[in-house]
């Protein structure tokens, strides 16, 4: 069993920064992958990113490379996402989620573990 818990969200300006953790629970986080997914208002949950578990392999969504990047500290149970140069439309509920390595990493039903999510709001 896996507990997430997202920190990190907040109200930035267009253009603006901001850093999202993900605090995880349990003795085999290295042997996830974490992703990042987002979800904006009347829209379906959207990948923006995955890392594998030893933190050697990123996949990001066309969107958001470039400007965000993932990152994880296995001996600090987190992941991160930093994200710059944000827009309006990357306003949404960003979870984050794990799986051992049972599907695509692309795909929400392929992760096992999801957190609360935090909310990011980029206003123009």
């Known amino acids: 069993q896996v507990q997430l818990v997202e920190s990190g969200g907040g109200l930035v300006q267009s253009g603006g920064s901001l850093r999202l953790s993900c605090a995880a629970s349990g003795r085999t986080f290295s042997s996830y992958v974490m992703g990042w997914f987002r979800q904006a208002p009347g829209k379906e949950r959207e990948f923006v990113a995955a890392i594998s578990g030893s933190g050697g392999n990123t996949y990001y969504a066309g969107s958001v490379k470039g400007r965000f990047t993932i990152s994880r500290d296995n001996a600090k149970n987190t992941v991160y996402l930093q994200m710059n140069s944000l827009k309006p439309e990357d306003t949404a509920v960003y979870y984050c989620?794990?799986?051992?390595?049972?599907?695509?990493?692309?795909?929400?039903?392929?992760?096992?573990?999801w957190g609360q999510g935090t909310q990011v709001t980029v206003s123009s």
């Open positions: 989620a794990a799986q051992d390595y049972s599907g695509s990493f692309y795909f929400t039903d392929s992760y096992d573990y």
